[in-house]
C-alpha cells in the first residue's frame, strides 16, 4: 500500500515535470510588439483591460479576441482606408487575411508567434511603444 501511494506520487510529479505548454493568455494584456515585414511593420497591441488588439500596418486596426490557453482567435477587425506604397499594401492584405486563421500562440522571451490553421506564422518582438505610437506622439506636439 505505502509502495503504491509513492509510486503514484512519482508518476504525478514526473507528470509535472514535463511541462505544460499552455500559455497564460493575462500576459499579454497590456504589451506591444512589432513584426518587422518588407518594407513595412506590422504592430499589434493586446489591451490592458479589455480583450481587444489594435495596431497598424498601413492602416490603423483593431478587433478583438478570445484566448484559452495556448489557442487564441481574432474577430471583427476593423481598420482605416488609406492606400500606401503597393508592396505594403499587399502584406497588409495577407496580414488581415491571416489572422482570423490564427489558432494558436506562443509567448515566450519577447517574441509572441501567431500560428494559422495552415501553419503559416507571423512572429512578432514585444517593444515598450509600437512605433505607431510614437509616431502619433510626436505629430500631437
Known amino acids: 500500500m505505502k509502495f503504491k501511494f509513492i509510486a503514484t506520487g512519482i508518476c504525478a510529479l514526473a507528470l509535472a515535470a514535463c ?5 497564460n493568455p493575462e500576459v499579454l494584456k497590456g504589451l506591444n510588439f512589432v513584426s518587422a515585414q518588407p ?5 499589434l497591441s493586446f ?6 488588439v489594435y495596431g497598424g500596418v498601413v492602416n490603423r486596426y483593431n478587433g478583438a479576441y478570445t484566448a484559452d490557453g495556448d489557442e487564441i482567435k481574432f474577430d471583427g ?3 482605416t482606408m488609406m492606400m500606401g506604397a503597393p508592396d505594403a499594401m499587399e502584406i497588409e492584405t495577407e496580414y488581415f487575411q491571416f489572422m482570423p ?3 494558436t500562440y506562443e509567448y515566450s522571451d519577447g517574441k509572441l508567434t501567431l500560428v494559422g490553421a ?7 518582438v514585444q ?12 505629430s500631437a506636439e
Do not use: L
Not at 39 to 43: A, E, K, L, N, R
Not at 47 to 52: A, F, K, L, S, V
Open 39 to 43: 518594407g513595412v511593420d506590422i504592430t
Open 47 to 52: 489591451d490592458p483591460n479589455e480583450m481587444r
Open 118 to 124: 495552415d501553419g503559416k506564422e507571423i512572429v512578432f
Open 101 to 103: 486563421t490564427v489558432e
Open 19 to 23: 511541462g505544460n505548454s499552455d500559455q
Open 127 to 138: 517593444v515598450e511603444e509600437t512605433p505607431d505610437a510614437q509616431a502619433s506622439e510626436t
Open 77 to 79: 477587425f476593423a481598420s
